[in-house]
């Protein structure tokens, strides 16, 4: 990691955008408002308005893996890595080297889970993290190491955690932990800005994090945001390795993640007796989407005999998507992809995912429907997991 640092570092970042019209624009970022409006290119420049881009992602940075250590998730999505959190008031103060020298505050109510580290011999603990955020619950809930559980109010958090409930004090030490999940109630409004995630790559002196800015600028060599909570996001440019847009308020966004599109049925034909679900940001088996060297929030992720249709209502008008064996559960493993568009199946070239991802833009010509289907490849189903990530329909 810290080899590739050096080679970004070495030379003026280029960063690519990816237009709502499929259209890729490349250049140095040499201009950006507060309002996301961008400007790419070195001796031609092209404007991008807000609302015309999808994303925005820096040449040869892959995107790093979620955070694993000490880390917030907050109810916009963001993974805030952190040191030293304590609870004051309705407010959880912590530190990171990105957001300067000083504690900074977020609101309690912004906050999903607090997570320490893994359960005690668990091998999976991204699968753990995932299946205590779903469904969030009535009470705030200490995780323990062993198992255990304790819920309550959360009152006190430093060396010594402590909640409340039904006026006892149950307390027990950090160093117990395993995650604090916060319950369902006080959840923060969207914002009115039109927020944007940023992705920031770790050094051996910032561990990076993935931030929901609300608005943003250059400042000379820097990179300057301001996060949901308020806080200032500061960064070399070459520490940027992606900024996408997230649904908002201000400027509705003329596209949709493929996973958030309701309505979507799917159909498993099993090998043998096995159960394979649709993976909804995640693998069936619960891991992060990982492909093609990057680490995405966002995706589905089907094993071969899976099926998944979806009703499009004759308003998308483009499909942009990548789509490959998943890096870890399909590593080895072959899947054929067949894609049909209202029940016509479309060519895709080589449909065999192995090797690179395959990157596809359709022109959807307002299809009432989008069925993807994963079909074994020459070696049955064996590590066939395959994950269709930075897939947007387009209205």
Known sequence: MLTLLLLLLADDPIFHARTLRGKD???PLVALDAKWNLELGDKVRRKLPVGEWLWLQRDRANLPELPTGEHLILTDGARIPFRDAQLKGDDLFLRHPDLGTEPVAVPLTAVLLIWRTGLDGEPLAERTRRRWLSPRPARDQLRLRNGDLIE???????????????????????????????????????????????????????????????????????????????????????????????PGNATPLKAIPLSDLPGRTYRYEPFLDEK????????????????????????????????????????????????????????????????????????????????????????????KSLRLRIEPAGRGPVRGVVNVVDAWLVR
């Open 152 to 246: 309550g109010t959360l009152e006190a958090l430093g060396d010594t955690v402590r909640v409340e409930r039904d006026r006892k004090t149950l307390s027990t030490a950090w160093s117990t932990l395993s995650a604090i999940v916060l319950s369902a109630e006080g959840g923060r409004p969207a914002p009115k800005e039109t927020p944007v995630r940023a992705i920031v790559l770790p050094t051996p002196r910032s561990p990076g994090g993935r931030f929901t800015l609300v608005s943003a600028q250059l400042d000379r060599a820097e990179f300057v945001g301001k996060t949901s909570f308020g806080a200032t996001l500061r960064i070399p440019i070459e520490r940027l390795a992606r900024l996408e847009m997230l």
């Open 276 to 367: 394979m679900p649709l993976g909804v940001d995640a693998t069936p088996r619960g891991r992060d989407l990982r492909l093609g060297g990057n680490t995405w929030e966002r995706g589905l992720s089907l094993a071969v005999g899976g099926e998944i249709t979806l009703p499009l209502d004759g308003k998308a008008q483009r499909l942009t998507a990548t789509i490959g064996l998943d890096d870890l559960e399909g590593a080895g493993g072959r899947a054929r992809v067949v894609l049909l568009i209202d029940d016509k199946p479309v060519s895709l070239g080589p449909r065999d995912t192995l090797g690179q991802p395959l990157r596809i833009d359709r022109d959807l010509g307002g299809a």
């Open 25 to 27: 624009v490349s250049g």
